[in-house]
């Protein structure tokens, strides 16, 4: 290590002992690390904790991996990443809660993380092991370097790390997590950009597939469209739209998981009644308005919402993120900013811009449910959450609205 990077790791190392013992702030660390730690204290997780992270199963890691949407990507990633393990690096691959699904690296590395508990099933994230490049990459939503004292414990201040979430452009869902990890001296910022690049490069592969796929359903929909007629849409399982007669369709519908050939209710279209097609759905609109009159979000398992109007009920599994943003919304019925969402998130009120682009897809989901200026749910909506009896509101969540109970 040469003068410079040793004065920088030891004024590093000083800037983190002197903001995590409360003698000093935590801004003197970059924005996103100060977050990070912000986050991680109102989780209650001491700094000189020895995190415990016990693994998943065999059964339960390979049950993961075969129904991971990285699984057909993973030969590309690997291939990608193949120098920094010819180099002595460790690669990993995560899924959305940041369990280690996929190791490579060489024996000796993958000895060093083993004496982390950062093994084959283990669950990365700020929650179970405070500030980390695939924890904090899946919580802000895009790449992460951390550099050795920049970690929040101190057993991990010897190891540096590099993620990126992998971000699936066609439904806008997190598909998991590519990471590059190492001794600290080992893992330079440059990293962060070929991580980078290899997130972006398996988003791309996944939204071909999914342009090939609606491709396909528009050739075969538009006949079938143009015949049923009235107002009619011909969409794939995630809502984009290849045919459409009778109205001026929205960019995207968000469908329920169990959306089955009936009668059923969306917020931004009201009743309507589906039909299967091949790789995809018929969806003809009914005379209802989207009026509804409550909405409850259950948080006592996987989140789940649900919204009903006098005559139906419409059933949606949210992100964790969006969970998050409904909680505060329903904690704060006057309504919140962006940065007030952004402090309640991310402990960040600077970060108006990703809220923003939150807040967008949201109301694309529950369409006139939502206000804007300040952010908040209709005041005519009855609002329920159900919380678990026990442990945070959201499981795995590092948000400082499900920290403060």
Not at 50 to 71: F, I, K
Not at 141 to 151: A, K, T
Not at 381 to 388: E, F, G, N, S, W
Request: proline share 8%; aromatic share 4%.
């Amino acid at each position: 290590m040469g003068r410079d990077e040793g004065q920088h790791e030891r004024a590093a190392r000083l800037t983190r002992e002197r903001a995590l013992s409360g003698t000093g702030t935590a801004e003197a660390a970059r924005p996103e690390i100060s977050a990070s730690w912000r986050r991680v204290r109102a989780g209650g997780l001491a700094p000189g904790a020895e995190p415990a992270v016990p693994p998943l199963s065999e059964g339960e890691v390979e049950a993961r991996r075969a129904s991971s949407a990285l699984a057909p990507l993973l030969p590309s990633i690997t291939t990608s990443l193949s120098p920094v393990v010819d180099d002595g690096l460790l690669v990993v691959v995560t899924d959305t809660d940041g369990r280690v699904l996929w190791r490579r690296g060489r024996s000796g590395v993958q000895r060093l993380a083993d004496r982390l508990g950062f093994v084959r099933g283990s669950a990365w994230t700020e929650a179970n092991v405070g500030t980390n490049a695939i924890g904090t990459c899946l919580v802000v939503g895009e790449p992460v370097h951390i550099h050795g004292p920049e970690h929040y414990v101190e057993s991990h201040t010897r190891w540096s790390c590099a993620a990126s979430p992998v971000l699936d452009p066609w439904t806008g869902a997190t598909l998991g997590a590519v990471d590059i990890s190492g001794p600290a001296y080992a893992v330079q910022r440059s990293v962060l950009a070929l991580v980078g690049v290899t997130a972006q490069l398996a988003a791309a592969q996944v939204r071909s597939e999914h342009a090939a796929a609606l491709e396909r359903l528009r050739a075969y929909a538009a006949p079938v469209v143009a015949r049923v007629g009235g107002r009619t849409l011909a969409v794939d399982p995630s809502g984009h739209i290849a045919a459409v007669t009778g109205l001026t369709a929205p960019d995207r519908l968000v469908l329920p998981a169990d959306l089955s050939a009936e009668s059923t209710w969306l917020p931004t279209l009201g009743a309507v009644t589906v039909e299967p097609l091949p790789g995809g759905w018929l969806v003809r609109l009914g005379d209802e308005r989207p009026t509804a009159t409550e909405l409850e979000l259950d948080l006592r398992d996987l989140p789940e919402l649900r919204v009903r109007t006098p005559s139906h009920a419409w059933q949606h599994r949210p992100s964790r993120r969006h969970a998050e943003i409904l909680l505060a919304l329903a904690r704060s019925p006057g309504g919140r900013t962006a940065a007030e969402l952004a402090d309640d998130l991310f402990a960040d009120p600077s970060r108006v811009v990703t809220v923003r682009a939150e807040m967008s897809r949201l109301r694309r989901t529950l369409g006139s449910l939502l206000e804007a200026q300040p952010y908040r749910i209709v005041p005519s909506v009855r609002v329920t959450v159900l919380l678990p009896q026990q442990g945070p509101a959201i499981a795995g969540s590092s948000a400082p609205v499900v920290a403060r109970g």
